[in-house]
């Protein structure tokens, strides 16, 4: 059974038309829902890109039902993995224990604003190694201190946290990441639909948890607008993360998929008003074995009325090809300590 998520994209929607949005996919019958948290949109067509965190905690008090997540945040440059640890707590406080916190390594595109530099993809991965268990070790309560070779935690407590915790879920994209990231984990967040890269994280992390992946699809009445609408929006995701991840700003990403063709993003992107070709999308990280698959649709414009379609046409068409989610929330492993 998957549970079907909604993306909050902040690059391409202003904080109350998210916020709108949110209410409006728990009133569609989504499961879930996740938000982007980034500093720049990849385009400056996006136009967008309000304070994620502040978003979540009106979509936490506007909404009753739907699980929330962030997809992902990185607890190691623009935040502090102490600071991220409060932000986390509170929202699900705000929520009623209905927030994953999702975690990352990230982009160029939104740390180098600190002024940090970026590091390379191994100490990427020893930053954020280093910061989870710290983060989970607030979550859990009382107080920390923590002295490595990246951050250092002087007697910090979090006053306001849900007594059941909050579900760590961690980016992952190869084999060395899965290898470090999945024992610490409680969920897994990848884009790979692939059966064998979800089984090495079930692997390594000795149990069968959620898998959450995300579809691109762009819908529409006029699939020539829709293919078009998708190309001038997301155009870079030709180039691949291990590009993606290392241009500083919406101009190199420009630059980077100005070869890019609208066939070129159609082959990969469901555009139309079809729905069999939206749910076959999904079809690919449900045989993966992802639990749950959220769906971004592109245009910020679009969001209103793609959510009416989604809950009249949609949705059932996807549960009933692939089943209904009874417990589409992400729960917290027993640790011995971390």
């Known amino acids: 059974m998957t549970a079907f998520g909604y993306s909050l994209l902040c690059e391409q929607r202003g904080p109350v038309e998210l916020v709108a949005d949110a209410v409006a996919a728990e009133r569609a019958g989504f499961d879930f829902e996740v938000i982007s948290d980034h500093y720049f949109p990849w385009l400056d067509e996006m136009g967008h890109s309000p304070y994620a965190w502040s978003v979540l905690g009106a979509v936490a008090t506007a909404t009753r039902r739907v699980g929330l997540m962030t997809y992902v945040t990185c607890p190691t440059m623009r935040y502090h993995p102490a600071v991220v640890a409060q932000k986390a707590a509170t929202v699900a406080v705000l929520s009623g224990g209905r927030f994953t916190l999702g975690l990352g390594s990230e982009e160029n595109l939104n740390e180098h604003v600190v002024g940090a530099g970026w590091p390379g993809a191994n100490v990427r ?50 084999k060395r990441s899965v290898k470090t990231f999945a024992p610490v984990s409680d969920a897994m967040v990848a884009v790979n639909p692939d059966a064998a890269f979800v089984g090495a994280f079930m692997e390594q992390a000795g149990a069968a948890v959620p898998a959450i992946g995300q579809q691109l699809i762009s819908w529409g009445p006029d699939a020539d607008a829709a293919a078009e609408r998708a190309h001038t929006l997301f155009r870079f995701f030709a180039g ?18 100005a070869c890019v063709r609208r066939e070129d993003v159609a082959a990969v992107v ?58 589409p929330g992400i729960p917290v492993r027993s640790w011995s300590g971390t």
């Open 125 to 174: 991965h020893e930053m954020l190694a280093e910061a989870v268990p710290i983060i989970r070790k607030l979550l859990g309560g009382g107080y920390v201190n923590h002295s490595g070779p990246h951050f250092r935690v002087d007697s910090a407590k979090l006053w306001d946290r849900p007594d059941e915790g909050v579900p760590i879920a961690v980016a992952v994209s190869g």
């Open 240 to 257: 691949g993360w291990k590009v993606n991840v290392e241009l500083p700003g919406p101009a190199g990403f420009a630059a980077a998929s």
């Open 270 to 327: 469901p555009c139309g008003p079809d729905v069999a070709t939206h749910v076959e999308s999904v079809r690919p990280f449900v045989d993966a074995g992802y639990t749950h698959v959220t769906l971004a649709q592109t245009g910020g414009e679009t969001q209103t009325e793609f959510l009416e379609f989604a809950g009249q046409q949609l949705l059932p068409a996807l549960r009933e090809e692939f089943g209904s989610c009874d417990a």
